[in-house]
């Protein structure tokens, strides 16, 4: 009887784990599952910057978001999103690179991660066969924005980072294209470590700009992000350095 007794109190025990245990799966993919289905938003700015405005027509097609200027002066602009982040966040960037008379496209990412369909500009690129483009991205956009790079070494003109960087498999060190790079001073979500590792993998004449007073989040308009650092400046002043630089940088591209 004492067997008996202590084998059912045993897969008792068991079925109680496994109850937990299931339990605790359950709510690992309820969480994993609430934070791609609530990804960090447009605020205000990044609303109105969405609307046709100040010689820029704005439309959204399936696969990305148009910016196209009245009168298109400059090389284009393919730009991958953060991750998590809806691409509308970044439309005060785009909208002024458009003012700026640079055709500009938003990439729209499978739940909002870039990882996924990394390879999206060649939908983009085949929508506009007879324009020179150049490609950039923010944080997770920039690295697959460099693995498209690297897997696709004649498609561009240059590539751009915002709070990101190359990764080996992204490495356009030998492509023989411009590369610029802009960090904030108190951005505390980027790896430091793995940022200062991306430059082996950056052409030596890389351009490195620094804002300081910037963090990660004001490269688009979607609020803090959770573990950036306060912002030592306003959104619209690290947007107004952020087009600023990149316009800069694609005036000397040819």
């Not at 059912?8 to 109680?16: A, E, L, M, Q, S």
């Not at 200027?69 to 960037?93: R, T």
Request: with cysteine; aromatic share 10%.
């Amino acid at each position: 009887m004492r067997n008996r007794y202590n084998t059912g109190r045993k897969k008792r025990g068991i079925g109680k784990f496994l109850l937990v245990l299931l339990a605790l799966i359950v709510i690992g993919c309820g969480f994993v599952a609430w934070k791609l289905f609530t990804p960090y938003g447009p605020q205000e700015v990044a609303q109105t910057a969405m609307e046709t405005a100040d010689q820029v027509t704005v439309s959204e097609q399936e696969s990305w978001i148009d910016f196209v200027p009245d009168k298109s002066e400059g090389i284009s602009v393919i730009f991958y999103p953060g991750g998590l982040v809806k691409p509308e966040s970044y439309a005060p960037l785009a909208h002024e690179l458009a003012e700026a008379g640079h055709h500009t496209i938003i990439a729209k990412m499978p739940v909002n991660l870039a990882v996924l369909k990394q390879n999206l500009a060649d939908d983009i690129r085949n929508a506009y066969p007879d324009e020179p483009f150049v490609m950039g991205g923010h944080s997770l956009g920039g690295s697959m924005a460099a693995r498209y790079a690297a897997s696709h070494p004649d498609a561009l003109q240059g590539i751009f980072f915002l709070a990101s960087y190359p990764d080996q498999k992204g490495s356009v060190k030998s492509l023989g294209i411009p590369a610029l790079s802009i960090l904030g001073t108190n951005d505390e979500v980027v790896n430091a470590t793995k940022y200062q590792n991306g430059r082996a993998y950056l052409p030596e004449d890389t351009v490195y700009y620094t804002i300081e007073g910037g963090n990660h989040s004001q490269f688009g308009d979607y609020g803090h992000q959770s573990g950036d650092g306060e912002p030592g400046i306003t959104g619209e002043e690290q947007l107004s350095q952020t087009v600023n630089t990149i316009s800069g940088w694609l005036e000397g591209i040819k």
